[in-house]
Nanobody, 115 residues
């Protein structure tokens, strides 16, 4: 059974940093790209970043230059380092696995950016 468990969210002041983690199990982690998606209050899902099996990374314009996605295949974990956070980054952040047959989501972790 695929499981994705996010952690690391919380309350941070504008300009601050957070590192999100997503612990994965139930599949061969090394074989799949992993993605972070967020949803702000009252808004739709927004793709944030994806890391490929080889460590290649792509970012949404809103995240580029401030966020860094990484993965540790030995720990079956994907990370999202978020720096220079802005109020508009406040959202529930989800880890997502896309396979040929299905998409899998974690439960999400809340990020609040406020002074």
């Amino acid at each position: 059974e695929v499981q994705l468990v996010e952690s690391g969210g919380g309350l941070v002041q504008p300009g601050g940093s957070l590192r999100l983690s997503c612990a994965a199990s139930g599949f061969v982690f090394d074989d799949y790209a992993m993605t972070w998606v967020r949803q702000a209050p009252g808004k739709g899902l927004e793709w944030v970043s994806t890391i490929t099996t080889f460590g290649g990374t792509i970012y949404a314009t809103s995240a580029r230059g401030r966020f860094t996605i990484s993965r540790d295949n030995a720990k079956n974990t994907v990370y999202l380092q978020m720096n220079s956070l802005k109020p508009e980054d406040a959202a529930v952040y989800y880890c997502k696995l896309e396979t040929a047959n299905n998409d899998y989501w974690g439960q999400g972790t809340q990020v609040t950016v406020s002074s």
